[in-house]
């Protein structure tokens, strides 16, 4: 496997404040960074403000999960590998945010088909672990998990295995040391996507049967306000109930569906407007979104669209110099791509950034 530089401090070491990754050098459109030094699906993927945290996961149809993961350092385009903590055991899919500090990682599946009811916070400063206290919930791969500035909120259960699904959540204040729990949502939903608007958690997807089936017609949406503790389900807007993918513009929530169909959700007047259909292609892929400056990344299937925000139109994205199956991240002035096996490829992985 390729490794542009693999640095194994593993973490001990201090590492300086977060700064700006020097962006400004790469030109518009896509650029490599280098070989990962493994890919996976289901991987943690959290941008710090200066480095790339990448987490577990999984390849070869599943037959091999990851513990562990490391730091890519834009700056140096190396990576490093992060310490031993003590969620050790492999996993994926698990629930994840940036406190600004730490990277918080709760839950996810392990082996075999196994949920995980623990987690922990990742000191990006001393590159060291610290295990969450026991959380007011059971097992399981959250929906939701969001940083509001003062708490994480994880939320909800990705299982399919009932069809009334769960509703409940819990808040994380690291400051504290200690969870709170949320009142039980409107509704239940394990096939969504969240954002965080600076006062509330708005949440929009579908309760999903084990045949990818679901009750309601459309998608639905709620908000969580923890200044409340209060939730309230919000206004709808006819995008597909299967997969949809939402990403936060400061004044709007971008939301859109795998037929492509799109709309921004005014959460101050829960309104919608329509937006144009995106210029992609219709596949059987689940959407994904990343914010970066002034425009929304739509990714499906290995293409993309931006929407650029002040204008409400969408264009295509430049093809990718290769095939691409990572998940985008919001890093500064550019969308990361790690890459992500498709099927059993997993040689030669390499990191991925568009610049818009």
């Known amino acids: 496997m390729l490794v542009t530089a693999l640095l194994v401090g593993c973490g001990t070491g201090t590492r300086p404040a977060a700064e700006s990754a020097p962006w400004e050098s790469l030109p518009r459109g896509w650029s490599s960074l280098g070989a990962q030094f493994y890919a996976t699906i289901g991987a943690v993927s959290v941008w710090t403000g200066r ?11 599943g037959e091999d999960l990851r513990a562990g993961g490391g730091l890519f350092d834009p700056r140096t385009r190396t990576w490093s590998l992060e310490a031993k903590g003590p969620l050790d055991a492999p996993r994926i899919s698990a629930g994840a945010a940036w406190t600004g500090s730490d990277v918080f990682v709760w839950g996810g599946w392990g082996e075999p088909e196994r949920p995980w ?3 922990a916070l990742f000191e990006l400063a001393s590159g060291k672990w610290r295990k969450l206290p026991p959380a007011p919930l059971t097992a399981r791969q959250p929906v939701a998990t969001v940083w509001t500035g003062a ?5 909800g259960d990705a299982s399919r295995s009932s069809s009334a699904g769960k509703r409940d959540g819990a808040a994380f204040d690291p400051a504290a040391d200690r969870w709170r729990e949320l009142p039980p949502a409107p509704l239940a939903l394990n096939k969504a996507t969240a954002v965080w608007t600076g006062k509330e958690m708005v949440v929009l997807g579908a309760q999903l ?11 639905q949406g709620i908000a969580y306000d923890p200044g409340a503790n209060a939730w309230r389900v919000i206004s709808s807007f006819p995008l597909s109930p299967q997969a949809s993918a939402v990403a936060w513009t400061g004044k709007e929530v971008i939301a859109w569906d795998y037929e492509l169909k799109a709309g921004a959700y005014d959460p101050a007047r829960d309104t919608w407007r329509r937006l144009p259909d995106i210029p992609l292609r219709f596949s059987e892929c689940s959407p994904t979104s990343a914010r970066v400056g002034d425009v929304v990344v739509a990714w499906f299937c290995g293409f993309g669209a931006i929407l650029e925000i002040s204008k409400g139109t969408w264009q295509r994205m430049p093809e990718a110099p290769g095939e691409i199956f990572g998940t985008p991240v919001s890093a500064g ?9 498709e099927l059993d490829r ?11």
């Open 333 to 341: 002035a550019v969308v990361l791509f790690p890459d992500g096996p």
């Open 346 to 356: 997993e040689e030669n992985p390499v990191l991925w950034a568009f610049k818009p």
């Open 117 to 119: 009811p623990d987690g």
């Open 151 to 155: 708490e994480v909120i994880v939320w």
């Open 51 to 61: 480095e790339l945290f990448y987490w577990a996961g999984e390849a070869n149809f």
């Open 209 to 219: 049967d084990g045949n990818n089936w679901s009750d309601s017609k459309h998608a």
